[in-house]
């Protein structure tokens, strides 16, 4: 069933990205097409971390490993889950608040080899509820669109 599920992806345009943190305690595998589309955004916490991120669907990601190496943050709504290394601090993904049935990845985690190229969109975070009426497709990027 699981290689029925890859080749589903892959016929999908999907290709299988790794990556992790920094000491190498948490990894994981997300997939996501080969040409990233990557949110910079500059609210509070966004600013301060530099966090620039791709939106997957929660079934298109899976952590390895690390579990047990991770805390989690959250202020404010306390709907954004931001999860980092308990070890070395680096978030390689995190669920954001626009997004919670998804995860936001950070591409400069992933593994070389797999990534075609990136584009960028800004997001103004500091008007987050604004910006986000505005946004036409972020919710749906963490919504399933393959079989999996």
Known sequence: MAHLT??????????????????????????????LHVFSCNCSICTKKQNLHFIVPKSQFTLLQGSDNITTYTFNTHMAKHTFCTTCGVQSFYTPRSNPDGFGVTPHCLDPGTVSSVTVEDFCGQNWEESM?????IRSMSKQTTDT
């Open 6 to 35: 890859k080749d589903k992806r892959e016929r999908d345009g999907l290709v299988k990205h790794t990556g992790g943190c920094h000491c190498g305690a948490v990894r994981f595998e997300v997939w996501s097409a080969p040409d």
């Open 133 to 137: 009426q505005k946004h036409q497709t």
